[in-house]
């Protein structure tokens, strides 16, 4: 049977089987429950995660105490805090997880090591990145245009498993809503 972090990288380049046992050294497994941080605002970040099973959410609570998810996660995804992973800074958010998860992790200079040694990884990282800054792009668009029935009804039609992983309250919080906002639209 294909290891899934095979399968997963296989839809943007090939390996070899040496090639992906090689790649597969520089990941670590780590098993975290519900409710198990993975990455807690203030720290820096050293490690990106790809999630074998499982749902994360990567979140900041503002000054008033209200939470705000800016991504989910779920199998197949990554997620770090990408911007104190690649810059070594702080984290500005926190990430935990929704269900008891089976994670892969690769440490920054594991990451850094792997993609100067085989620059077929660096090519695959490189198009991961564009597709999420694709997806940025469309949630910051569907914030700033859609209303949030229409910001509701996409995340319902792009990922419907979601809504039977994930607490109301925190599709509210992902969507930018209230509570009470998020049960007018889902009557």
């Given at each position: 049977m294909t290891h899934p972090l095979r399968k997963h990288i296989e839809e943007v380049i090939s390996l070899t089987d040496e090639e992906f046992n090689f790649v597969l050294s520089h990941f670590k497994p780590v098993?975290?429950?519900k409710h198990q941080y993975i990455v807690q605002e203030g720290e820096i970040v050293?490690?990106?995660?790809?999630?074998?099973?499982?749902?994360?959410?990567?979140y900041f609570i503002d000054s008033?105490?209200?939470?705000?998810?800016l991504q989910f996660g779920m199998e197949n995804w990554w997620i770090t805090d990408y911007?104190?992973?690649?810059?070594?800074?702080?984290?500005?958010t926190?990430?935990?997880c929704i269900e008891d998860s089976e994670l892969l992790y690769i440490s920054f200079e594991d990451r850094d090591k792997l993609t100067s040694q085989m620059h077929k990884m660096e090519r695959f990282w490189?198009?991961?990145?564009?597709?999420?800054?694709?997806?940025?792009?469309?949630?910051?668009l569907s914030l700033l245009q859609n209303s949030a029935k229409e910001r509701y009804?996409?995340?319902?039609?792009?990922?419907?498993?979601?809504?039977?992983?994930?607490?109301?309250?925190?599709?509210?919080?992902?969507?930018?809503?209230?509570?009470?906002?998020?049960s007018r639209l889902n009557p």
């Open positions: 098993n975290k429950r050293d490690k990106e995660y790809w999630i074998l099973k499982g749902c994360l959410k990567s008033t105490g209200k939470e705000h998810i911007e104190s992973f690649v810059k070594q800074t702080k984290s500005k926190s990430i935990d490189a198009k991961k990145s564009k597709i999420g800054r694709i997806a940025l792009q469309n949630r910051i009804e996409l995340l319902l039609k792009q990922y419907p498993k979601l809504f039977q992983r994930v607490p109301k309250k925190m599709i509210a919080a992902y969507l930018g809503v209230s509570r009470e906002t998020l």
